[in-house]
């Protein structure tokens, strides 16, 4: 089955040919074929050409499947007389030929599958057979006797827990958790049993002993159970029973705070990990089900570096014969990470509540020293405080103790990421407890402080500690020493984790006492710039809140001191350089960092760098060191100075003057460094901080504006010798800034000198008039940026003039013959012209509607004479506009609006002028042989005319009888309708004649 393709273009390997006698073509595109003279030119030869070729395309690819086709075939007739074997499975086939329209489609999947429906009808079973089984226990208890309720629950009960074995060798997994989990419950009841009966005086032991012996033997009993049989219900109900027997001890020793809550919740977690650490390095691997797969997924993120010690051996890789044993080892330790997991929010959730029982305390108001409630407060203070230091204490110790496990051979341990979140929770356990600690004695307002210290105080050390903790290596001989070196990184560096997270947190309410204290000279900037005397008022901040900036300040100033790289801080690098120039990863990338060993710490944002010393050097970004902290130093830096005259109770100028002189200080440090965030940050934190506080007083005002003037001038002259970059951006945002501050400046002096609005938006024009020679004079970037600016000063000066129209005309008339010397310049000539002609306009107009002006022509004649102007030389420079965009907005604007004026003045002078200026405008346009000047001239003229006939036809038509205008009507339209052809061919060619003209 075969077929040639059409002639044409060319097919692949063929010369290109004639689409309708296929001759080759001797050129590439002739006009014509050689031979049957076909054109091969034009939109209809281009579509021809294109549907050519896509015909060839099909026809080849049908070609292609052909041959698929034979071979196919061919293979399976050779395989007719083969023996008939087990059919393999097959994908499902589609059915021969089109589907039918209409035909009903495949029945969809269930909404419920096998396994669902199965766990809900056990899950549903078992509970009825639980509630049953209470309600036989404490409903119908006492129509047996001893021996009858004896031998009814321990039936049951042996038959419940009996049957879980023969049902998985049966493959019935199900059925056999849903039998432990009913078994398990009826071993409560008989618990509950068997003190309700009084066996063997068990009444007489207190309710919650009794429970939290009772609890604490069904929960091992049902993790081994559970274990051993291989079933997860048992495993999960022990481990989650478990949580009970601590908190029933403390109740039944009388200890109901929350203290004691806290450390048996701890405590508690300490030995479940100690347990199933035990049970992972002695017990042999079990291949269990996924048992708390969901529960593992869902607590992973955060309990990850406690489960992992357990886990860890299970879970350690395998090679080569061991795979499988591996991955049933997998399988086998999703038990322990889900206990593991349960054990340490649990332990957490107790520091959790020891933390926040001593934060209470100390947040407490404290009460008069010299009465007895303060004493006793301050008792009970310091007792909270000082028992949180236990439960805190050992999950400290806890967390710490499993970040300090060190791999040891047949067990990799943890990872670095893992160890360093352990660390830091462990870390802020500790801080808390110093924090509560500290806090307890000064007053509340230094709370905030007192946690913060000794975060500070961990932060600077853990800081010298991983100080060049992150070096590079060279080597192919120093991957195992580079994984040790990351291994002891992971503590301090979780340490210092936890002690930036609490310095942090602590440092809130300072910062939020600071941001008031700035903002606090804006509420007196009304009463400053009313006009009456200034008004004393009262400025002052928290000693607490200076104190806690000073100390978050030291702090970010030391760590900068240190130098950290980021390789110190374990911080990836935010683009490695393969990805910033573009270059894609490898494909295998993924699946090899996936795939590390525990040891070998590859994955999550604080393992990230932990590759690059087992790997090589380390270079780029993670190299150099770490900006943010001395960003952050520059950013505090500057209002923790100078709040401290408001901090000492200094007069209001003081902490102006420090503001200011901080901005000339930083400006200079700026210009001899290189331009680098901090350098920037801290100008930019003084300028702000002065121009928010100058504004409370007149004088003060003055002064910063005029210092912040002056250095954006020098920024603007001086910031050329800036790395490529970053200098032209300064200047121009230094160039910007010297021209607003100047138009503030030149405002604040004017009102300070008693001006009013007026005065002031003049003195706001002058300065942006002044920038127009300036921007001349400079070039480039810095040149635009003051042209703008002066421009946005200007306007809004003129906004802010509405109110006076006088004042109005007058900035108007400046501004308009400032852009007239703008317009001096080539690049700005056009613009420029606009500009000024529309400001003097406007300008006129405002002073004749001043003068009681009405006349129309007033107003419109110098807009028009200004748009002729404009359009005259724009027709002279560009031929190919029409007249119609040259002078028709000119010619509007002068005669438009004379007409209704004309219809409405019944004088003779306004038809005359009007009339001989139409008359000279239609001569000038026919002598032109301008379309526009012709049409609107002889419009306007023809409209004069009839208004000045218009009064003799009512005076004639008056004397007339009133039939004869009838009858001249009907005349005229006879005549009109016997040369109707005679009329239409004059109209056409009046309107040739119309459209030749220009």
Do not use: K, N
């Given at each position: 089955m075969t077929s040639t393709p059409p002639p044409g273009p060319g097919a692949p390997g063929q010369v290109p040919a004639c689409p309708d006698c296929g001759a080759p073509f001797e050129t590439d595109r002739p006009a014509r074929c050689g031979r049957c003279r076909l054109p091969l030119t034009g939109a209809a030869a281009a579509t021809l050409w294109q549907v050519t070729l896509a015909l060839q395309g099909v026809e080849a690819q049908r070609l292609v499947l052909l041959r698929q086709r034979d071979d196919l075939l061919a293979g399976l007739r050779a395989r007719r007389d083969e023996p008939e074997g087990a059919p393999a499975p097959v994908p499902a086939l589609p059915a021969w030929g089109p589907q039918r329209p209409g035909a009903p489609a495949a029945p969809g999947r269930p909404e419920v599958s096998g396994r669902s429906a199965q766990t809900a009808?056990?899950?549903?079973?078992?509970?009825?057979?639980?509630i049953a089984a209470l309600v036989f226990t404490v409903v119908s208890w006492g129509y047996l006797g001893i021996g009858g309720r004896a031998a009814v629950l321990a039936a049951l009960t042996g038959c419940a827990l009996a049957l879980p074995p023969r049902l998985r060798r049966r493959g019935l997994s199900a059925t056999a958790e849903t039998s432990a989990a009913i078994g398990l419950a009826l071993v409560l009841l008989d618990f509950f049993?068997?003190?309700?009966?009084?066996?063997?005086?068990?009444?007489?032991?207190?309710?919650?002993?009794?429970?939290?012996?009772?609890?604490?033997?069904?929960?091992?009993?049902?993790?081994?159970?559970?274990?051993?049989?291989?079933?997860?219900?048992?495993?999960?109900?022990?481990?989650?029973?478990?949580?009970?027997?601590?908190?029933?001890?403390?109740?039944?020793?009388?200890?109901?705070?929350?203290?004691?809550?806290?450390?048996?919740?701890?405590?508690?977690?300490?030995?479940d990990l100690a347990v199933l650490r035990a049970v992972a390095g002695r017990a042999p691997a079990r291949a269990l089900p996924a048992a708390g797969a969901v529960t593992t997924a869902v607590t992973a993120p955060v309990t990850a570096p406690v489960t992992a010690p357990v886990t860890a051996p299970v879970t350690a890789p395998a090679a080569g014969p061991a795979a499988g044993a591996a991955s049933r080892r997998t399988v086998g330790a999703v038990p322990l990470q889900a206990a593991g997991a349960v054990?340490?929010?649990?332990?957490?959730?107790?520091?959790?509540?020891?933390?926040?029982?001593?934060?209470?305390?100390?947040?407490?108001?404290?009460?008069?020293?010299?009465?007895?409630?303060?004493?006793?407060?301050?008792?009970?203070?310091?007792?909270?405080?000082?028992?949180?230091?236990?439960?805190?204490?050992?999950?400290?110790?806890?967390?710490?103790?499993?970040?300090?496990?060190?791999?040891?051979?047949?067990?990799?341990?943890?990872?670095?990421?893992?160890?360093?979140?352990?660390?830091?929770?462990?870390?802020?356990?500790?801080?808390?407890?110093?924090?509560?600690?500290?806090?307890?004695?000064?007053?509340?307002?230094?709370?905030?402080?007192?946690?913060?210290?000794?975060?500070?105080?961990?932060?600077?050390?853990?800081?010298?500690?991983?100080?060049?903790?992150?070096?590079?290596?060279?080597?192919?001989?120093?991957?195992?020493?580079?994984?040790?070196?990351?291994?002891?990184?992971?503590?301090?560096?979780?340490?210092?984790?936890?002690?930036?997270?609490?310095?942090?947190?602590?440092?809130?309410?300072?910062?939020?006492?600071?941001?008031?204290?700035?903002?606090?000279?804006?509420?007196?900037?009304?009463?400053?710039?009313?006009?009456?005397?200034?008004?004393?008022?009262?400025?002052?901040?928290?000693?607490?809140?200076?104190?806690?900036?000073?100390?978050?300040?030291?702090?970010?100033?030391?760590?900068?001191?240190?130098?950290?790289?980021?390789?110190?801080?374990?911080?990836?690098?935010?683009?490695?350089?393969?990805?910033?120039?573009?270059?894609?990863?490898?494909?295998?990338?993924?699946?090899?960092?996936?795939?590390?060993?525990?040891?070998?710490?590859?994955?999550?944002?604080?393992?990230?760098?932990?590759?690059?010393?087992?790997?090589?050097?380390?270079?780029?970004?993670?190299?150099?060191?770490?900006?943010?902290?001395?960003?952050?130093?520059?950013?505090?830096?500057?209002?923790?100075?100078?709040?401290?005259?408001?901090?000492?109770?200094l007069p209001y100028g003081v902490a102006v003057a420090v503001a200011a002189g901080s901005a000339v200080a930083a400006v200079a440090y700026a210009l001899s460094r290189p331009v680098r965030p901090a350098t920037a940050v801290a100008p930019v934190t003084a300028a702000v901080l002065a121009l928010l506080w100058a504004p409370a007083d007149q004088v003060a005002t003055i002064a910063v504006l005029a210092v912040l003037a002056a250095l954006s001038v020098v920024l603007a002259v001086?910031?050329?010798?800036?790395?490529?970059?970053?200098?032209?951006?300064?200047?121009?945002?230094?160039?910007?800034?010297?021209?607003a501050a100047s138009g503030a400046e030149g405002a604040a002096v004017t009102a300070t000198a008693g001006g009013t609005l007026p005065d002031v938006t003049l003195a706001m024009l002058g300065v942006a008039v002044a920038s127009a020679p300036v921007a001349a004079r400079t070039g480039g970037a810095v040149s635009r940026a003051v042209e703008g600016t002066g421009y946005a000063l200007g306007a809004l000066a003129l906004l802010l003039t509405a109110g006076a129209p006088g004042r109005l005309a007058f900035a108007l008339v400046v501004a308009g013959v400032a852009m007239s010397g703008v317009a001096l310049r080539p690049e700005r000539r056009r613009a420029a012209s606009l500009a000024a002609t529309a400001l003097l306009i406007v300008s006129s107009w405002i002073r004749l509607a001043l003068s009681g002006v009405g006349t129309p022509e007033a107003y419109t004649l110098s807009a028009a004479v200004a748009a002729l102007v404009i359009g005259g030389l724009r027709l002279r420079r560009h031929p190919e506009a029409g007249s119609w965009t040259a002078y028709g907005p000119g010619l509007g604007l002068g005669l438009a609006p004379s007409l209704p004026a004309m219809w409405v003045d019944g004088g003779w002078l306004r038809p005359l002028l009007l009339g001989s200026a139409a008359l000279v405008v239609t001569v000038l346009g026919a002598r032109s042989r301008l379309q526009c000047p012709l049409v609107l001239g002889g419009g306007v003229l023809l409209l004069v005319g009839v208004h000045e006939l218009a009064p003799v036809v009512v005076q004639v038509l008056g004397l007339l009888p009133r039939w004869v205008p009838l009858a001249f009507a009907g005349l005229l339209l006879l005549v009109l309708g016997a040369t109707y052809e005679q009329r239409l061919r004059d109209a056409r060619r009046l309107r040739a004649s119309l459209g030749r003209l220009h």
């Open positions: 009808l056990l899950v549903l079973g078992g509970l009825l057979v639980s049993a068997a003190r309700a009966a009084g066996l063997a005086g068990l009444d007489a032991v207190a309710l919650p002993a009794y429970w939290a012996a009772a609890t604490a033997l069904t929960g091992a009993g049902a993790a081994a159970y559970g274990w051993v049989l291989r079933l997860r219900l048992p495993v999960v109900a022990g481990v989650l029973l478990w949580r009970l027997p601590g908190l029933l001890v403390v109740d039944a020793l009388g200890l109901g705070g929350a203290d004691a809550v806290a450390t048996a919740m701890v405590a508690t977690a300490a030995v054990a340490a929010l649990w332990g957490g959730l107790g520091a959790f509540l020891a933390g926040q029982a001593s934060l209470s305390a100390v947040l407490v108001p404290r009460l008069p020293a010299a009465s007895a409630a303060a004493a006793a407060a301050a008792d009970e203070r310091w007792a909270v405080v000082l028992g949180a230091w236990l439960p805190l204490g050992c999950f400290a110790l806890l967390a710490l103790a499993v970040s300090l496990r060190h791999p040891r051979p047949g067990r990799p341990g943890l990872s670095a990421g893992h160890r360093r979140v352990a660390a830091a929770l462990g870390g802020v356990a500790l801080l808390v407890a110093c924090g509560g600690t500290v806090a307890a004695g000064p007053a509340r307002e230094w709370g905030a402080v007192a946690y913060a210290a000794p975060a500070a105080l961990l932060a600077l050390a853990t800081g010298a500690l991983l100080r060049g903790s992150g070096s590079d290596r060279t080597g192919a001989g120093e991957q195992a020493s580079g994984q040790r070196r990351m291994l002891g990184q992971a503590v301090p560096l979780g340490l210092f984790h936890a002690a930036a997270l609490v310095l942090v947190v602590a440092s809130v309410p300072a910062l939020g006492e600071i941001v008031r204290a700035v903002l606090a000279p804006l509420g007196q900037v009304r009463a400053a710039w009313a006009g009456g005397p200034a008004a004393s008022w009262a400025w002052s901040v928290a000693p607490a809140a200076v104190t806690g900036l000073w100390l978050l300040l030291a702090v970010l100033a030391a760590l900068a001191g240190y130098g950290l790289t980021r390789a110190d801080l374990a911080i990836a690098p935010a683009a490695p350089a393969a990805a910033a120039a573009g270059v894609p990863a490898p494909a295998g990338a993924d699946a090899t960092r996936a795939a590390a060993p525990a040891a070998v710490p590859a994955t999550g944002p604080a393992a990230g760098p932990a590759s690059g010393p087992a790997s090589g050097a380390a270079s780029g970004p993670a190299a150099g060191p770490v900006g943010g902290f001395a960003t952050a130093a520059a950013l505090l830096a500057v209002p923790a100075l100078a709040l401290l005259p408001v901090a000492l109770g001086r910031a050329g010798a800036a790395p490529a970059g970053a200098g032209p951006a300064v200047r121009v945002v230094a160039a910007a800034c010297a021209v």
